[in-house]
């Protein structure tokens, strides 16, 4: 009997211990967290106009004109990525995205790998429902070109190789976008709109 309850008591004294090390032990599980709270960080520092870029190749890259640029590295996809910075940004309720995608990574007529498969697969998910376009990544690396100098690029750098899977997120302003347009009130404009189908 005395075993027993010196066993029991073992057990509730190793329990706290054996929890707390499987909540940690899943490396991708910490990198989420962390993920989480850099980007919480960095969209405190963004404004109306500035723009989050997800994967950025390296055209995106050389694109970015305004000295205004942070990157910053997570061990995440672009899928990921892409969720937890859109969940951020709804529940602070400041800033709003415009969803930039590459219509490159739609490939028309090429076979698809399984991960390029469940990329645009996932992808697709979180684009529904939100104001999104699907252009050319030259379109996306022409709107960043045409920044002004005190607009701010933060590039969030993936572990995603796909090509052409880079996500722009143009900032707008939450307040303007409960505000309903009027029937007679014009579409907005955007640069090189001509190029967006």
């Known amino acids: ?17 054996l929890v707390a090390s499987c ?14 709270d850099e980007v919480d ?14 994967g950025p190749s390296a055209v995106l890259e050389q694109a970015a ?3 205004q640029v942070q990157h910053l590295t997570v061990m995440a996809t672009n899928v990921s990525t892409l969720r937890q910075t859109l969940d951020l940004m709804e529940r602070e309720n400041r ?6 995608v590459c219509r490159e990574l739609e490939q028309p007529g090429k076979k698809l790998t399984p991960g390029h498969a469940r990329l645009r697969t996932h992808l697709q998910e979180l684009l529904t429902g939100r104001t999104h376009f699907q252009v050319d990544e ?19 750098h ?13 900032l707008d302003c939450a307040e303007a976008a409960r505000i309903q347009p009027t029937p007679n009130q014009p579409k907005p404009k955007y640069r090189h709109a001509d190029l967006i189908p």
């Open 1 to 17: 009997m005395r075993i027993l309850h010196s066993t029991i008591f073992c057990l509730a004294a190793a329990l706290p211990l």
């Open 23 to 36: 909540s940690h032990s899943d490396p991708r599980t910490q990198a989420l967290i962390d993920l989480r």
């Open 41 to 54: 960080e960095q969209l405190e520092e963004l404004a109306v106009g500035d723009w989050i870029i997800i």
């Open 65 to 67: 004109a305004t000295p």
């Open 95 to 100: 800033l709003i995205p415009r969803l930039w």
């Open 138 to 156: 030259r379109v996306i690396g022409m709107q960043l070109q045409q920044l002004k100098p005190e607009q701010k690029v933060l590039f969030i």
């Open 158 to 170: 993936t572990d995603t190789t796909q090509p052409h899977s880079s996500v722009g997120i143009e």
